[in-house]
């Protein structure tokens, strides 16, 4: 995983719950490239079709909150977002995406200072975000252990990785 990240945005509001991100209608898929279809459905039912990998999520207050369900975070990893960055999350949702190696980033006030279709540029071992080389805002820090877990591509590749190593 690249610590700095340059990509598009995608702009949703406060209050994006996990059903807004995957709707509950949906869970009965398991795979992954079925999963992918549905990302953001609840928001954005078009979402798919303009999201690239490695492009960037912004939201306001609270996204992620409502239900644990793991599709959510599966759905915009697999989708290809490389980052979502946030005013705040829902705690569960946190959990899953970092557990799942979704990179998540808490920036007071970001959705007043991004718009859909933005390049921005977010360094996560500093939290600098930047829109047309300059400095617009600064989220969290990600502590190492959260990186070594999105390096791994998750919080059970790396359990497994270090386990082989203590066999080693």
Do not use: W
């Amino acid at each position: 995983m690249n610590n700095i990240i340059e990509a598009n945005a995608f702009v949703f509001g406060n209050n994006i719950d996990t059903d807004q991100i995957y709707p509950g209608r949906f869970v009965e898929f398991t795979d992954t490239e079925d999963i992918k279809k549905y990302a953001m459905f609840g928001a954005d039912p078009e979402f798919t079709k303009k999201v690239k990998i490695g492009d960037i999520i912004v939201a306001g207050t609270n996204f992620g909150c409502g239900s644990s369900r793991e599709h959510a975070a599966i759905a915009l990893k697999s989708v290809g977002i490389s980052v979502v960055i946030a005013e705040s999350f829902g705690r569960i949702f946190y959990r899953n995406a970092i557990n799942l190696g979704l990179a998540l980033v808490v920036c007071p006030n970001i959705s007043q200072k991004i718009n859909t279709n933005d390049k921005v540029k977010i360094d996560l071992e500093t939290g600098n975000i930047m829109k047309n080389n300059l400095l617009i805002a600064k989220g969290d820090t990600i502590s190492e252990y959260v990186m070594d877990i999105l390096r791994s591509g998750g919080i059970k590749p790396m359990i497994k990785k270090q386990l082989e190593m203590q066999k080693g």
